[in-house]
């Protein structure tokens, strides 16, 4: 599995973003597929995650400001992100869960909210 993550930028507080993560590969292998973000210093946060029965899951610092999706039978995720703060600023990385306990990272996105 290969993912490839894209649009990040830079948006002005209470701006929306859009990020997708493109898959290809073994794609029928993945039971669910995460957004991360990370902050230099700080742990590595799950903010949205979509299996492939489609259920979402989000934490409470995100909820109702991102939206995970999914479209062409999963082979791309989106991230729409509204409302964003500056303390929404990190590296963006998509995930993907596969079957035998294999995970396959995305390259990161810069996502920078300006204040």
């Known amino acids: 599995v290969q993912l490839q993550a894209s649009g990040g930028g830079l948006v002005q507080t209470g701006g929306s973003l859009r990020l997708s993560c493109a898959a290809s590969g073994s794609i029928f292998t993945i039971n669910a597929v995460g957004w991360y973000r990370r902050v230099p210093g700080r742990q590595r946060e799950l903010v949205a995650r979509?299996?492939?029965?489609?259920?979402?899951n989000y934490p409470d610092s995100v909820k109702g400001r991102f939206t995970i999706s999914r479209v062409n039978g999963g082979n791309t995720v989106y991230l729409h992100m509204n409302s964003l703060k500056p303390e929404d600023t990190a590296i963006y990385y998509c995930y993907a869960e596969a079957s035998r306990d294999r995970g396959y990272w995305g390259q990161g996105t810069q996502v920078t909210v300006s204040s």
């Open positions: 979509i299996t492939s029965g489609g259920s979402t």
